[in-house]
């Protein structure tokens, strides 16, 4: 059991397969959404940050920040998408805006400092 998993480890690190776990490097936030969730859902950032969305979930999904209009991010499954913004200090509502996922639990608090 323990060489077969050791298997699976290997071939995965050689294909590539799976999300580079690293940590963010300064002003990256990342933000992982899945059935109908975003994680983290409570985020930290400075007033000019680039926030990146990683759709582990089976259907597409997009990331908006309410109340701004130009900005959004947009993701099929096992994709990701980044963008820049500054905002002005303040908390910021994140939603994905497919019908039905916002009511269904997928916001994140954005607090700008």
């Known amino acids: 059991m323990v060489l077969v998993g050791v298997a699976v480890a290997v071939l995965l690190a050689i294909s590539g397969v799976g999300w580079n776990t690293t940590p963010d490097p300064p002003g990256l936030v990342t933000v992982t959404a899945t059935e109908f969730a975003y994680s983290p859902t409570r985020i930290g950032t400075t007033t000019n940050t ?45 939603f994905c805006s497919v019908s039905g996922h916002r009511e269904a639990g997928m916001v994140a608090e954005l607090q700008v400092s």
């Open 50 to 94: 680039t926030l990146r969305l990683r759709n582990e979930g089976a259907v597409y999904h997009d990331l908006r920040i309410e109340g701004i209009d130009d900005f959004s991010l947009e993701a099929l499954p096992d994709e990701q998408a980044t963008g820049s913004i500054e905002l002005e200090s303040g908390n910021y509502v994140l």
